[in-house]
């Protein structure tokens, strides 16, 4: 049967696509700029006015952000930090979650009670710096990795997924003889695609960001992020951190807004080439785990 709207649903309809399509616009053209202004010379970058796209390219800030051996080894230490911590953040988060899913756990609440008190409650700047130190973390790599393993909130989003999955099916592989981890790894993951995948994204794109760990906890600049690399260029202005990227640089080809804008377009955009990938499980991902109990 064909539904035809009538003229109300028609007019919300049109308004409805205008107003999303500004915020579309608004949302997208900080991102453009950026782009734009780091492929431009630096006459270009230096008219005012729009800038969607220059008239004139210049890749010479790409090529001294690339070349430029700090730059190369934060984003080493980044890469390293991202795909080690998210993998390791999925693994312990899902062998904590799974037994809590069981119902027939021993002391089910209180674990729960207590992973709900580390969400409310933390132990601040200077005891976590001294809790580091002690633990031998401090200027080694590890420190981007060991502190945030866990996550309470992502234990409880994939434990209540967990819980979503029929209990037959464990109760199925128990009586054929299989084991709990071969239930978690046979079972239990590949069911819970979704969630994984989503928490999998929140993971990475906060390994991705951070450089505040790195600020506080790193000395070397062999072990550096690339975040922390970028704030010392956009936010403290120190280009000459970029400028021996290469040796005899033509100046009119860029000035200091074009080597940021270089680098923070190389710094994002991993991470905006995997959101396509992940974003059809946000959805469900996120609904089942947080609405079931």
Known sequence: MNYKQN??????NAF???FLGIIGILALYPFVYTVSISLSTQAEAARGGLHLF???LSFTSYKMVLNNPEILTGYANTLF???IGTVATLTVTCLTAFPLARKTL???SPIMVFILFTMIFGGGLVPSFLLIKSLG???NRMVYIIPGLVSAFNVIIIKNFFQSIPDSLYESATIDGATPWQILRLIYIPLSKPVLATVGLWTAVGHWNSWMDAMLYIESGSKQVMMNLLQRIVIQNNIDLVQKGLANPDISQFTPETIKAATVVITILPIILLYPFVQKFFIKGILIGSIKE
């Open 7 to 12: 003229l109300g649903e028609k007019i919300f």
């Open 54 to 56: 220059p008239s004139e």
């Open 81 to 83: 930090r991202t795909i």
């Open 137 to 139: 973390l401090y200027d």
């Open 106 to 108: 021993p002391y089910r």
């Open 16 to 18: 409805n696509l205008i």
